[in-house]
C-alpha cells in the first residue's frame, strides 16, 4: 500500500496521463475508479453495454442522447458527471435535473454511492463540501440543481452541464443554466443532455434531429450488410397482424394467438431474423451518424442496442410495467410518439380548412364570437357556431400603436360580427382588455388569464361576473380545444391568407409531462416549440368565449329588476339580445 502522498502523487499523473487524451479517456477512467453497480467488490464493466463506449469517448461540445428504459444509462450520466469532474482539474461542472426535490433524492440513492465504493473518489472527496446540492472532487465542483422553476439556475460560471430528463425539464429554466456557459472559450463547454423522449420535435427529440442522429447499427452476419434495427417496426411478433408494433397494449400479452416467447428482430435489408448473439456481439455493431457533419452529436439508445439483457420478448412484455401506452412507447422503446392527445395533428387541421372567409364590413354575421391574444402585435379570431362545428370566418393580426388601435380594432370586429361574446388575453396588460370591458355592452366583453393547479375541479372557468374576468385551468381547456381541433369539429377559413400561419401556430403545442416537486408525480402541461402559438391560444379565448355563449356555467346580468339577477345564458340568448344593456361609462 502507497503512503498517501505516494498515492496522491500517482492520481495526478494518472490523470494527466489521461487528460492528454481527452474525452477518450473516460471509459478507462470509469472501468478505474468507479465499481459494478449491483456488485461493488467487481471493477465496473462495459459488458453488454458496449455501446456506451461511443458516446462517452464523443469529443463534441453539445452532445444529446435519447436514452430508452433498461439500457443502463442513468448509472451511466453519473460517472460521466464524475469523471468529467475528475479529468477536468479545477472547473465547474452542474448536473441538472428536472426538480430540486429529485435532484436530491438522485444524490443520494444514485451518486453517493459511486463515490463510496471508490477509493480515488473517496479519497479527493471535500469532507467539508459535501452534500446534496454541492460537491468538491479534488479541486473540481459538481453543483445539482432542479430546473422547475426560474431562479433555480445557479449563477455561478460552469465549465459544463449534464442535463438529465430534459423533457421533463422546464425547458425555459434550461435556457438559464446554458447562459452559464459564456464564460468559456468556443469548443470548450461539454454539454451532455439525456432523456427519455416524449413528443417528437420537443426536448430531446428537437436536440436529436438538431444533432447528428446517431444509430448503433448491426452487421448481420446472414446478408453481409449493415443495419439499423427498431424496435417498433423490426421486433416481429408470430401472430401479430399490423405493420408495426404502435398499437401493441398490455392486453395483448394474454392473446394466445400471439407468440411471444417466439419474437425475434427481423433484418430490414434480407427479412430474416438477426440471431440474439449476433445483435449482442459488440464487434457486430457500431454507431453510425446520419448526419456527420453535423457539429451536434445526438445518439438514440434503443433497448435492442443492450440485446445481451433485453430479448424481443422481455421488451414486449415490459408493456405490462407501464400505465399509459404512450409510456411504454417513450420510456420502453425510447420513441418519441405523436397522438391526438398530445398534440394538434396537422393533417387533420389541414383537412379541416373548409369554412367560408367572411370579410369585415358589412359581414350580415349576428352571433359572432372572438378571441384575442394581446402583444405588440395582437392575434384575432372569429367563429360562429353552426352545430357541433365552430367556423373561423376571420382572422387577423392587429398592431397596437399610440392612439389605441388594438381596441378600437376590437370594438369594431364586435359590431361587425355581431359579437355574443369576446374573449381576450388578460395579460400581459391589463389595460386594453379593461377598457373594452368597459366600453363594451356588459357581459359580452370578457378577459382570460390561466390558473395552473389541481385537475380536480368541477369546472375549467372561474368567472368573476363583476370584473368580467375569467380564470381558466390551462390544460384542461387545452386538452378539450385540442380534441375538437383533431377531431375535426373546429373549421378554418378556406383561402384565408393567414391559413398557413394559423395551421403553423395551432401545431406548435405539445403536452408534455412535468416533475411537481411536491408530490413527486408527474403532471400533463401544454408546451410550445416556439413563441409562435398566438393564433392558438386566440382559438383557445374564442373556444371559451363560445363556452360563455352557450352556458356552461355563464351568467349574465339582466337589468330590468335593478338589482343583478342570474340567468343561464342558453338557446334563447337571441331572442334576448336587446335586454343586454351597456355599462355606463366612467
Ligand atoms: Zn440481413
Given at each position: 500500500m502507497a503512503s498517501p502522498l505516494l498515492q496522491a502523487r500517482l492520481d495526478r499523473m494518472r490523470v494527466a496521463a489521461l487528460q492528454s487524451l481527452g474525452r477518450s479517456a473516460i471509459p478507462q477512467w470509469i472501468i478505474d475508479n468507479t465499481r459494478h453497480p449491483n456488485d461493488p467488490t467487481k471493477p465496473w464493466s462495459f459488458l453488454h453495454h458496449e455501446y456506451q463506449i461511443g458516446i462517452l469517448e464523443t469529443d463534441a461540445e453539445y452532445i444529446s442522447v435519447i436514452k430508452a428504459a433498461q439500457t443502463g444509462m442513468s448509472e451511466l450520466s453519473v460517472r460521466l458527471m464524475l469523471a468529467l469532474a475528475s479529468l477536468y482539474r479545477s472547473s465547474r461542472f452542474m448536473y441538472v435535473l428536472p426538480s430540486s426535490g429529485f435532484s436530491r433524492k438522485f444524490v443520494v440513492d444514485r451518486v453517493d454511492p459511486v463515490i463510496e465504493s471508490s477509493p480515488q473518489l473517496s479519497r479527493?472527496?471535500?469532507?467539508?463540501?459535501?452534500?446534496?446540492?454541492?460537491?468538491?472532487?479534488?479541486?473540481?465542483?459538481?453543483?445539482?440543481?432542479?430546473?422547475?422553476?426560474?431562479?433555480?439556475?445557479?449563477?455561478?460560471?460552469?465549465?459544463?452541464?449534464?442535463?438529465?430528463?430534459?423533457?421533463?425539464?422546464s425547458q425555459s429554466v434550461l435556457t438559464s443554466f446554458y447562459s452559464r456557459l459564456q464564460h468559456n472559450m468556443p469548443g470548450e463547454s461539454i454539454v451532455t443532455r439525456f432523456s427519455t423522449p416524449t413528443v417528437p420535435g420537443y426536448g430531446i427529440s428537437q436536440l436529436h434531429e438538431a444533432g447528428s442522429q446517431g444509430v448503433y447499427m448491426v452487421w448481420h452476419e446472414k446478408c453481409g450488410q449493415w443495419v439499423v434495427v427498431d424496435p417498433l417496426q423490426d421486433i416481429i411478433l408470430p401472430g401479430w397482424q399490423e405493420d408495426t408494433l404502435e398499437n401493441f397494449t398490455k392486453a395483448d400479452l394474454d392473446d394466445p394467438t400471439l407468440r411471444l416467447e417466439a419474437a425475434f428482430v427481423q433484418c430490414p435489408h434480407c427479412h430474416k431474423p438477426i440471431s440474439q448473439s449476433n445483435l449482442s456481439d459488440p464487434k457486430k455493431r457500431a454507431w453510425v451518424h446520419h448526419y456527420p457533419d453535423k457539429v451536434e452529436k445526438?445518439?438514440?439508445?434503443?433497448?435492442?442496442?443492450?440485446?445481451?439483457?433485453?430479448?424481443?420478448?422481455?421488451?414486449?412484455?415490459?408493456?405490462?410495467?407501464?400505465?399509459?401506452?404512450?409510456?411504454?412507447?417513450?420510456?420502453?422503446?425510447?420513441?418519441?410518439?405523436?397522438?391526438?392527445?398530445?398534440?394538434?395533428?396537422?393533417?387533420?387541421?389541414?383537412?379541416?380548412?373548409?369554412?367560408?372567409?367572411?370579410?369585415?364590413?358589412?359581414?350580415?354575421?349576428?352571433?359572432?364570437?372572438?378571441?384575442?391574444?394581446?402583444?405588440?402585435?395582437?392575434?384575432?379570431?372569429?367563429?360562429?357556431?353552426?352545430?357541433?362545428?365552430?367556423?373561423?370566418?376571420?382572422?387577423?393580426?392587429?398592431?397596437?400603436?399610440?392612439?389605441?388601435?388594438?381596441?378600437?380594432?376590437?370594438?369594431?370586429?364586435?359590431?361587425?360580427?355581431?359579437?355574443?361574446?369576446?374573449?381576450?388575453?388578460?395579460?400581459p396588460d391589463i389595460s386594453s382588455p379593461q377598457q373594452l370591458i368597459e366600453e363594451s355592452v356588459y357581459g359580452r366583453a370578457w378577459a382570460c388569464y390561466f390558473t395552473r393547479g389541481s385537475s380536480r375541479r368541477l369546472s375549467d372557468l372561474d368567472i368573476k361576473e363583476e370584473e368580467q374576468i375569467i380564470g381558466a385551468y390551462r390544460t384542461s381547456i387545452i386538452d378539450k380545444v385540442v380534441k375538437q381541433l383533431n377531431g375535426g369539429l373546429i373549421r378554418l377559413p378556406k383561402g384565408h391568407p393567414e391559413l398557413p400561419t394559423i395551421i403553423k401556430h395551432f401545431t406548435q403545442m405539445k403536452r408534455v409531462s412535468r416533475l411537481s416537486d411536491t408530490t413527486g408525480e408527474t403532471t400533463a402541461h401544454w408546451a410550445s416549440l416556439s413563441k409562435e402559438n398566438h393564433y392558438f391560444f386566440a382559438l383557445v379565448y374564442l373556444m371559451i368565449a363560445d363556452d360563455l355563449a352557450t352556458g356552461q356555467g355563464a351568467v349574465v346580468a339582466l337589468p330590468d329588476t335593478g338589482a343583478i339577477r342570474k340567468v343561464q345564458v342558453g338557446g334563447a340568448i337571441q331572442d334576448r339580445q336587446n335586454d343586454f344593456w351597456s355599462r355606463p361609462l366612467g
Open positions: 479527493e472527496l471535500s469532507k467539508e463540501v459535501n452534500n446534496s446540492e454541492i460537491k468538491r472532487i479534488a479541486n473540481s465542483f459538481i453543483y445539482f440543481a432542479g430546473a422547475q422553476k426560474t431562479g433555480q439556475a445557479i449563477s455561478v460560471p460552469a465549465k459544463g452541464l449534464v442535463m438529465d430528463e430534459v423533457d421533463f425539464c445526438s445518439f438514440y439508445v434503443s433497448p435492442l442496442d443492450v440485446a445481451a439483457i433485453n430479448t424481443p420478448e422481455k421488451i414486449l412484455r415490459n408493456v405490462r410495467n407501464y400505465n399509459r401506452h404512450i409510456d411504454w412507447i417513450n420510456f420502453g422503446l425510447g420513441k418519441a410518439f405523436q397522438d391526438a392527445e398530445n398534440s394538434v395533428v396537422k393533417q387533420a387541421v389541414e383537412k379541416s380548412a373548409t369554412a367560408i372567409t367572411v370579410y369585415p364590413g358589412k359581414s350580415g354575421v349576428q352571433g359572432g364570437l372572438i378571441g384575442s391574444d394581446v402583444g405588440k402585435t395582437s392575434h384575432l379570431l372569429v367563429g360562429v357556431r353552426d352545430g357541433k362545428y365552430m367556423d373561423i370566418i376571420w382572422a387577423e393580426r392587429i398592431r397596437q400603436d399610440g392612439s389605441g388601435n388594438l381596441v378600437s380594432t376590437w370594438k369594431e370586429r364586435m359590431d361587425e360580427y355581431g359579437a355574443w361574446k369576446m374573449v381576450v388575453d388578460a395579460g
